[in-house]
């Protein structure tokens, strides 16, 4: 039987839970059951709990609430990098990566993500912000936020793009934005429109390709999106034109040197 995640995903973090292969921060072992049962992939129309409304959920959302204000910092970068559910494929879709080549992509993307997490760049130069669903951070988004790979989290809908609390985003009203995470046309496009309504202006804003995929599919060929969805209504600036898609190579030149 094929895991919905990554077993070698714990090998690049400092997991320290011993109770679970996919739990990876002992802060949250507690919760290892709920936890592990969240992150496997349902028929979103059955769990119709967007805002973690069960006691079990809204308990472990005030305690991870708690963890993000003791470890975030300040962000007094001018431009800030935000990822929306970056691990997502990683924890609860793996069972639907079904080729070499798709597997061979999916790696691509991790060693790329680690690289931007792995090589922190100057605190005055750039802000790194993840907008997570609740169980992706209790397993492993919190992590890099105790190890100070991250600056922020902001929670988002179960299996939604889009925050619980949207002001959270007016902070970066007047920053350069790049974003990137899963999936295309779907959370990730979400969670761009709603970025969108605050920032003074859409030029503000970029997608970084390498760190953006397509949702896999049955029969999927490919996750390397075509184009990058903006979640505007017409086809003249629904998707990210190319001179507003960078690679994560040039967006390490123009930040980390």
């Given amino acids: 039987m094929t895991l919905h995640y990554d077993p070698k995903l714990k090998d690049r973090f400092p997991a320290n839970n011993s109770s679970s292969d996919i739990v990876l921060n002992e802060r949250f072992a507690e919760w290892n059951g709920h936890i592990e049962e ?3 992939s349902k028929n ?26 003791e470890n975030k910092r300040p962000i007094e970068a001018d431009i800030v990098i935000i990822l929306g559910h970056p691990l997502y494929l990683l924890l609860t879709h793996m069972d639907r990566v079904k080729t070499p080549l798709i ?6 993307y991790t060693n790329k993500l680690f690289t931007l997490l792995g090589k922190t760049p100057p605190h005055d130069r750039v802000g790194l912000v993840i907008l997570e669903t609740l169980h992706h951070y209790a397993a492993a988004t919190s992590l890099l936020l105790e190890l100070g790979l991250i600056d922020k989290v902001i929670f988002t809908l179960y299996d939604e793009g889009i925050p619980l609390d949207s002001s959270e ?16 046309k779907r959370c990730l496009e979400y969670s761009i429109k709603e ?14 390709y390498d760190l953006i995929l397509n949702a896999p599919k049955k029969n999927s060929k490919t996750l390397k999106p075509k184009r990058i969805y903006t979640g505007s209504k017409y086809s003249t600036d629904r998707y990210f034109p190319d001179t507003r898609v960078i690679s994560l190579n040039e967006v390490m030149k123009r930040l980390y040197v």
Wanted: proline fraction near 3%; charged fraction near 35%.
């Fill in 38 to 40: 969240n992150l496997i």
């Fill in 44 to 69: 979103r129309f059955l769990n119709p709990i967007p805002k973690y409304e069960t006691e079990e959920a809204t308990e472990l959302l005030r305690v991870c609430q708690e963890h993000v204000k």
């Fill in 103 to 108: 597997r061979k992509e999916v790696d691509e």
């Fill in 169 to 184: 985003l007016e902070e970066f009203n007047d920053k350069v934005i790049f974003v990137g995470g899963n999936y295309n």
């Fill in 195 to 208: 970025i969108k309504k605050i920032v003074n202006s859409e030029e503000q804003i970029w997608a970084i």
